[in-house]
């Protein structure tokens, strides 16, 4: 019991830390300041965070205020320079190479030619073989989930929170699955509305306590699409999929929530290669 207290209580102090930095962004964030955030000695405290969640600190802030970037870059026309600036950098120069390094091409480049843009033009032309996609059935799948709220692309915060949470339990998967649900349409209401869930399937009796709860995802029939690349230009591709090829596939969608099975980690690879399968629920045909 002791044990498992303990280490309750370090999966706290580092959520604690995670809320700070997500919370902070587009401040000057001082490892200090962390520290006094996670309670723990300025001498230690960023060591347990790197073995506890697989990246260091300066890494996780590195990765999270480009991943914010790029979503400025493909959805919005702010200024390069603001965008570097509130990415952190008071460099243009030093910015650009950050983000090429992470993305695989300069800003100006990525919002120009990245996966938004093939997305874009293929809604423009109607293109509905321009993306591959699949008409698969899968099997219904019991998962354990923690809530999130807010923007759809600081669902990771949950994910590190699930991860470790199942961890502390002994409970995770020889194999983990991390799956992010979505339930609201992010069209539509403020993005601090949004609500999603983080989850990983598991298999044989779990009791689910707080903070985690049970996710069930219906079997049957889903749309497919497989995408490569960035999270920040996936809105393009809910748009194409739901909007190009559905209409075109006489399908309809079921009364099920989307979701999205990650298939690679964006702390271990490029995001110009990351892996992600839409999962969009259809009616099962007669």
Known sequence: MRKALTQANYNARMNRVSDHVYAHLEDDISFDELAEVACLSPYHWSRIYSAMRGETIASTIRRLRLQRAADRLANSDLDVR???DRAGYSSVDTFGRAFRDAFGASPVAYRENGPHAAFRAANAAGDTNGFPVSVVTLPERR?????????????????ARLFTELAARRALPDQPEMIGVFFSDPELGPEEDLRSRASMPIAGPFTFDLPLAE???RGGP??????????AAMRGAYRWLLGVWLPESRHEPDDAPVFEAYLNDPRLVPQSELRTDIHLPLKSTP
Request: glycine residues 6%; neutral net charge.
């Open 222 to 231: 889903y749309a497919r699409l497989t995408y490569t690349g960035p999270y």
């Open 82 to 84: 603001l965008v570097a």
């Open 215 to 217: 996710t069930v995802l």
């Open 143 to 159: 998962c354990a989930s923690i809530d999130h709220r807010g923007s759809y692309m600081e669902i990771d915060r949950a994910m």
